[in-house]
């Protein structure tokens, strides 16, 4: 494995996470928006290109790179992922917030991965995307889902501010990977993690969690297989630590208010 690249508060790594999570330690918090496995009912749709399942045919992003890991059938999605999120567990201090993001699809599966890495599963806070496609006659699939818990128990902080377990935004519109998250998004999920604490995302893509927490004046350890999406982490981590922080407490409370698209 080669060498981290380390951008100011961002220790970055281009490799499997099975292979680097046994060497950390202590971390104060997970992020993550792990490959789902999703994105139809049986074996042969999930192992298509991440461009077809996850792109509409007609919108730019079918230009972006497809990403690896996302074409395991279910029991190997589950054992797998146990694998990781108890890796993860491993490298956070007792207390840590874990947050995973998963679909409609996977939700079950995934609250079962988490806790099966030993996990304390304490809630699931949906994200709400209002520019979904609508579907004649049935329900539209217009959320993804934060679920979250922690490394054993959660001490009650009296000192600690109130955070909304809903959030509704649109998914960035200019992007460089086909899942990447908003950031303002990422940003509102850090407040329940204090300020100069170290996040860790095993499944980086963009690097967006890293640059969410280098934003708010938090840490970041990141892992990415892929080496073109660990480039374009690493550019969009090293211009966030050009710029340093911009949020601070106060501004997340009122960016809270307005989750605007990117
Ligand atoms: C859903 S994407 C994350 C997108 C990210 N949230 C963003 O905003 O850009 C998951 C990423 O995990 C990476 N990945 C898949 N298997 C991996 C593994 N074993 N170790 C590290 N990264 C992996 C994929 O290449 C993909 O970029």
Known sequence: ????????PATLYNADALAVLPQLAGLDALL???PYSSGGQFRSDRVLDTRKKYVQSDSSSQQLPDFSGDNRDQR???YWASLW???ALRACRPGAVGMFFTDWRQLPASTDYMQSGGWVWRGIV????PD???QLGRFTAQCEYVIWGTAGTMPLDLTAETIPGFYECTAPRDRVHITQKPLALMRELLRVVRPGSIVLDPFMGSGTTGVAALQTGRGFVGIELDPAHFDNACERINEAHRQ???FDHADTAQEQARLSPE
Do not use: E, N, Q, Y
């Open 1 to 8: 494995m080669s060498a981290p690249v380390v951008i100011g």
């Open 32 to 34: 993550t928006d792990p």
């Open 76 to 78: 190997a999605f589950v």
């Open 85 to 87: 999120s108890a890796a």
């Open 126 to 129: 949906p994200w709400c995307k």
């Open 132 to 134: 979904a496609r609508p």
């Open 244 to 246: 340093g922080a911009l």
